[in-house]
T-cell receptor, first 113, second 115 residues
Framework: GENVEQHPSTLSVQEGDSAVIKCTYS??????FPWYKQELGKRPQLIID?????GEKKDQRIAVTLNKTAKHFSLHITETQPEDSAVYFC????????????FGSGTRLLVRP | EAGVAQSPRYKIIEKRQSVAFWCNPI?????LYWYQQILGQGPKLLIQFQNNGVVDDSQLPKDRFSAERLKGVDSTLKIQPAKLEDSAVYLC?????????????FGQGTRLTVV
């Protein structure tokens, strides 16, 4: 089955700097890759997603890139702000049409003011 | 739009006791998922329903965990008997589950502590 690895486990950046979180997946047939943000004690919330037929997607300060050949995808946050501090999870969805999500282990991002 | 509702928010039980969690998905969402999130880890899928049928329960420890979704709307997840390692947040999620709208929406979760 699908396996998703996520790095780094923790990331500390200065406010205004960029942050990059990387994930790799094992099932080359996976076709949907969402990113979730989870603040302390709150529910995971989708911040951006990408399909396998697209290489990059941007939404204001966040962007996601996908390299299908290498089977990895990355989250890029530019001009980080203290409110970006949270745990970020990547996920991959196998192509069995169930759209179940296999999650990475998470990255704790700390944005220092 | 109302989100995914879960209850209770917190539960503390002793090992070997039983516990049940309830989930009400977003109206119109045919797909419902239960995830287990152990502290410091990503959510792990336990079971997926499509309407009132089970799509995937391969990761559900069936000797102690059970789930049902009667009438294809609300769902309950039960643990009997609980073990210390069941301490986790249990997240319910729902989605429309089709090509144009695969997004899963999560509830607040139930934090279970087994002592």
């Amino acid at each position: 089955g699908e396996n998703v690895e996520q790095h780094p486990s923790t990331l500390s950046v200065q406010e205004g700097d960029s942050a990059v979180i990387k994930c790799t997946y094992s099932d080359s047939a996976s076709n949907y890759f969402p990113w979730y943000k989870q603040e302390l004690g709150k529910r995971p919330q989708l911040i951006i997603d990408i399909r396998s037929n697209v290489g990059e997607k941007k939404d204001q300060r966040i962007a996601v890139t996908l390299n299908k050949t290498a089977k990895h995808f990355s989250l890029h946050i530019t001009e980080t702000q203290p409110e970006d501090s949270a745990v970020y999870f990547c996920a991959a969805s196998p192509t069995d049409s169930s759209y179940k999500l296999i999650f990475g282990s998470g990255t704790r991002l700390l944005v220092r003011p | 739009e109302a989100g995914v509702a879960q209850s209770p928010r917190y539960k503390i039980i002793e090992k070997r006791q039983s516990v049940a969690f309830w989930c009400n998905p977003i109206s119109g969402h045919a797909t419902l998922y239960w995830y287990q999130q152990i502290l410091g880890q990503g959510p792990k899928l336990l079971i997926q329903f499509q309407n009132n049928g089970v799509v995937d329960d391969s990761q559900l420890p069936k000797d102690r965990f059970s789930a049902e979704r009667l009438k294809g709307v609300d769902s309950t997840l039960k643990i009997q008997p609980a073990k210390l390692e069941d301490s986790a947040v249990y997240l319910c999620a729902s989605s429309l589950r089709h090509e144009e709208a695969p997004e899963a929406f999560f509830g607040q979760g139930t934090r279970l502590t087994v002592v």
